[in-house]
């Protein structure tokens, strides 16, 4: 949210800087997260000085320049090649000096220099209007007053709004302060605290009334759930045109564009007050009446942007007689609001439902200024006079006559809140003892009311306005940001308790795993749970009628919870190839849901994802490609580290993936893992290959807590190893070597690891040469030749036998 220091000063007239000003508001909890410079003319007219033209010739090589001689109060007057049509001997006009920097309409700057045009020397610049800034005439140069004085410097005589814009990140309970009015109060209230007194000034409406009875429309309120309170009133005899300096200037620095004087001044008000506006052309609302109601589920209505949009049955319209013309709250139709032609309007300040608000703006796809604050909370109670400044304004700068009375429907009143607040509760949440007559002082300068007092506690009426401000632990809130969080003491005393908790949580395994990951190279990422519907297609595994929907959705594209965490992922790994990072090792811990008939379910996952080379390009490390050993790699490794060491493999089940595996204990699976099948990788723009695992979280935790971990003694005596290359069939897997050593040597053969495989013209058809390293160890003793040539020759006899094997 935008605040200007310039309007805010209209409330307050403060001397601090904007700095001061903002350091105060982000200590009462609405952060000022930068502060802008804004000017009204960009560059402020630095450089630019008024200059008499002496001489005025034509310039010998260019029939449309002229060459003039300009003083500008200096030693010498300046040669300037000008070739504007209306310069002449004897005007007074801006003149950008060397090393000026001026500004075209996109805002991209300019140096004038020292230069040659056409053979001529020029030292600057005789200015036009645009050049300036100060308008969008390009006729010709800007000619001054003849009696300003040369060497004058321009921003002296040019009315230049310059100001400081706060960017204010407001948080979504504080609807109080969305406008330079609430910004104001708050302000206001910091420095009372500071025990600076200044007077609290608001716009008045005094002089409002009512002109002629001429124009009535009458207005029925069909839904007054939706619509606590409507206020409306005519103003006829208006002109519609450009709006004044003043106007375009403070919704230009807050970023907004100036349109007519009319919409402006809803804008402006909106901005100032904190209250939206709608102005409709009375012309265009037939039977000369207004209608809010809810319109049949399907009726087509085109909004201002020109979108033809489909009503829902909830969506509270503002219609006439005939036809809809606005969506309440949210946003006005392209056929009722005011143009050029148009000399008498409807002004509409109303209180529309939150809730109604917030809903049709998210099932249309529609954020406005409006919607906002609408759907946060706005106050009720400043309706009516609003309305009465916003029809001022619009008096002052359009012209025109009221032309009806004020209709204010306000069938159930919104009340403010009563609150008790106890002295005693405030000392126990702040952690001090604020004095009370302190406490008085922080509310009344909140505009909460106090209606008691006893020795306990308050008795507190809060406006209807702070909506968030409905509990005692809200009010006591509320005194701590005025006072200070700053203010309040840290304890000498530092007191903590020792919790009993177990090494499993959850929490701590997921720490132990991360790190681990972390130190391999691996990056976390954390994806929505929210989804598209459309993924479940992907795969045969996933059911749409499995998908649990949100009912309010943000987008189509975020409608469900996920099923799996195999899509967000690769929308990760997509994001990141598309800029480049093609070498990826992502781990993400997170949850899948899912909609059974009887029941919902959620269950916790670690998904990997590999893709690219193992590691980053380097002169002295040749590059391999991440693929389906590496990340079986890395999954073991992490279940070792949780003390895993004994699972099962199994062809995967799974059409998620081209060729994998699955890892599992008994009937319990821990992980499936393999190569993404291509056709999904299409889906995501990938061409590359990925690979993926997904660990059964839940099952792995509780296979955690059951296992019991032993510790034993380092051997004292040697290991010995020994190779076999072995000819073998195709068909033969290390797994049925490394079962048949296991096996045939249970006591002394403590490890067999396959380090190199070989297939290639040198071997016969159909087989391929593993290289099968054994590792043997006695704890007891060393092991003698006799002993480990007892133990390899099983091993090869065992080999042969059953797996036709040769020793090569």
């Not at 310039?59 to 001689?69: E, F, G, Q, Y």
């Not at 001090?432 to 009311?449: D, F, G, N, Q």
């Not at 003491?489 to 308790?497: G, H, Q």
């Amino acid at each position: 949210m935008k605040i200007s220091y310039n309007w805010l000063k209209q409330f307050i007239k403060i001397d601090w800087t904007p700095e001061q000003a903002g350091e105060l508001l982000t200590d009462l909890g609405l952060e000022v997260e930068g502060i802008e410079a804004y000017q009204s003319v960009k560059g402020g007219l630095e450089g630019i000085v008024v200059g008499e033209v002496l001489t005025c010739i034509q310039h010998p090589n260019a029939d449309k320049l002229k060459i003039t001689t300009v003083n500008i109060g200096a030693d010498a007057p300046l040669q300037i090649v000008c070739g504007a049509p209306n310069v002449a001997a004897g005007q007074k006009v801006p003149v950008a000096t060397i090393g000026t920097t001026l500004y075209t309409e996109t805002g991209e700057a300019w140096t004038i220099k020292k230069g040659k045009i056409r053979g001529e020397e020029s030292h600057g610049m005789i200015c036009a209007e645009d050049e300036l800034g100060l308008g969008k005439s390009h006729d010709g140069i800007l000619v001054l007053d003849a009696n300003i004085e040369v060497g004058t410097l321009a921003a002296t005589i040019f009315d230049i709004e310059n100001d400081q814009v706060f960017e204010i990140g407001l948080t979504p309970n504080r609807a109080d302060a969305m406008s330079h009015l609430g910004t104001a109060r708050d302000l206001k209230a910091g420095l009372v605290q500071k025990e600076i007194n200044l007077e609290f000034i608001t716009p008045s409406v005094s002089s409002f009334h009512v002109d002629n009875r001429s124009l009535r429309i009458d207005v029925d309120v069909q839904n007054k759930e939706l619509s606590p309170r409507y206020c409306g009133l005519t103003i006829s005899g208006i002109k519609v045109s450009e709006s004044p300096a003043w106007l375009q200037h403070r919704l230009k620095a807050i970023g907004l564009s100036p349109i007519n004087n009319i919409v402006d001044v809803t804008n402006y008000v909106l901005h100032d007050l904190g209250q939206p506006l709608h102005a409709f052309d009375a012309a265009k609302i037939s039977g000369n009446k207004i209608e809010i109601k809810t319109l049949d589920a399907g009726t087509k209505f085109i909004t201002l942007d020109g979108v033809e949009r489909t009503l829902h049955e909830d969506d509270l319209m503002i219609c006439d007689a005939e036809k809809p013309m606005c969506i309440a709250g949210v946003f006005g139709g392209i056929n009722s609001g005011v143009s050029e032609g148009t000399t008498s309007i409807f002004l509409e300040s109303a209180y529309f439902n939150p809730v109604s608000v917030r809903k049709s703006a998210k099932r249309h796809g529609l954020n406005t200024d409006a919607s906002f604050r609408f759907e946060r909370g706005i106050d009720p109670n400043i309706t009516e006079y609003a309305l009465k400044r916003a029809a001022l304004l619009i008096q002052e700068i359009a012209g025109g006559e009221i032309t009806s009375e004020i209709v204010d429907i306000y069938s159930n009143k919104i009340e403010d809140f009563q609150v008790r607040l106890s002295f005693e509760n405030a000392k126990k949440l702040i952690g001090e003892e604020i004095p009370k007559e302190t406490i008085k002082r922080i509310l009344t300068s909140l505009e909460i009311k106090v209606n008691n007092v006893t020795e306990t506690g308050l008795g507190l009426t809060v406006p209807a306005y702070r909506n968030d401000v409905t509990r005692e632990a809200d009010v006591i809130e509320e005194i701590l940001r005025v006072y200070g969080y700053n203010n309040i003491k840290t304890t000498e005393k530092l007191n903590a308790s020792i919790s009993n908790s177990t090494r499993f949580e959850d929490h701590k395994i997921q720490n132990l795993v991360g790190n681990q990951l972390a130190s391999q190279g691996f990056f976390e990422i954390l994806s929505n749970s929210l989804t598209t519907p459309n993924y479940v297609a992907l795969s045969e595994q996933l059911k749409e009628e499995h998908n649990i929907s949100i009912l309010n959705p943000l987008s189509g594209d975020l409608s469900v919870l996920r099923q799996s965490l195999l899509f967000s992922g690769l929308e990760a790994v997509s994001f990141n190839i598309n800029r480049r990072r093609s070498d990826l090792k992502l781990f993400e811990f997170g949850k899948t849901y899912h909609g059974y008939t009887e029941k919902r379910e959620e269950f916790k996952h670690l998904s990997l994802f590999v893709t690219g080379n193992q590691t980053i390009e380097s002169w002295n490390a040749a590059n391999s490609k991440s693929d389906f050993f590496f990340l079986k790699g890395n999954i073991i490794s992490v279940l070792e580290r949780l003390g895993v060491s004994r699972f099962n493999e199994s062809p995967i089940e799974n059409d998620l993936f081209s060729e994998g595996l699955s890892f599992g204990l008994g009937k319990m699976k821990l992980v499936d893992f393999g190569l993404v099948k291509k056709s999904i990788l299409k889906h995501f723009d990938i061409s590359q290959d990925v690979l993926y695992a997904n660990f059964y979280w839940d099952t792995i935790l509780d296979i955690v807590k059951r296992n019991n971990i032993s510790f034993k003694a380092i051997p004292k005596y040697p290991e010995v190893r020994r190779d076999f290359a072995l000819l073998l069939d195709d068909s033969v897997t290390f797994e049925s070597i490394h079962k048949i050593a296991k096996k045939s040597e249970k006591q002394l053969l403590k490890n067999v690891s396959l380090f190199d495989v070989y297939q290639g013209s040198n071997l016969p058809a159909g087989k391929k040469s593993y290289a099968v390293s054994f590792t043997l160890q006695d704890e007891n003793k060393t092991l003698t030749d006799k002993q480990i040539d007892k133990i390899m020759k099983t091993l090869q006899t065992q080999f042969e036998n059953q797996l036709g094997a040769e020793l090569r």
